[in-house]
């Protein structure tokens, strides 16, 4: 999946941003249980990248339903 940047973020309705999480948390899930299950880290940067996308997305969402 490819980073989401915050302008691509805030671009989004709140559903969208949702399904995104979603899709963030999942793949992020997975990449966890490989790195443990292989006690070897396949790609480091990735996983890092992936919890400030996850961030990324929950601090836009928050903004956007204390706007409301």
Same mark, same amino acid.
């Given at each position: 999946?490819?980073? #989401?940047?915050?302008?691509?973020?805030?671009?989004?309705?709140?559903?969208?941003?949702?399904? &995104? #999480?979603?899709?963030?948390?999942? $793949?992020?899930?997975?990449?966890?249980?490989?790195?443990?299950?292989?006690?070897?880290?396949?790609?480091?940067?990735?996983?890092?990248? #992936? &919890?400030?996308?996850?961030?990324?997305? #929950?601090?836009?969402?928050?903004?956007?339903? &204390? $706007?409301?």
């Amino acid at each position: 999946m490819a980073i #989401l940047r915050s302008k691509d973020i805030r671009e989004m309705d709140v559903d969208e941003i949702q399904k &995104k #999480l979603g899709e963030l948390k999942a $793949e992020y899930a997975k990449n966890i249980s490989k790195s443990s299950a292989s006690g070897v880290y396949e790609n480091p940067g990735k996983i890092k990248e #992936l &919890k400030r996308t996850i961030a990324r997305v #929950l601090t836009i969402m928050n903004e956007k339903q &204390k $706007e409301t």
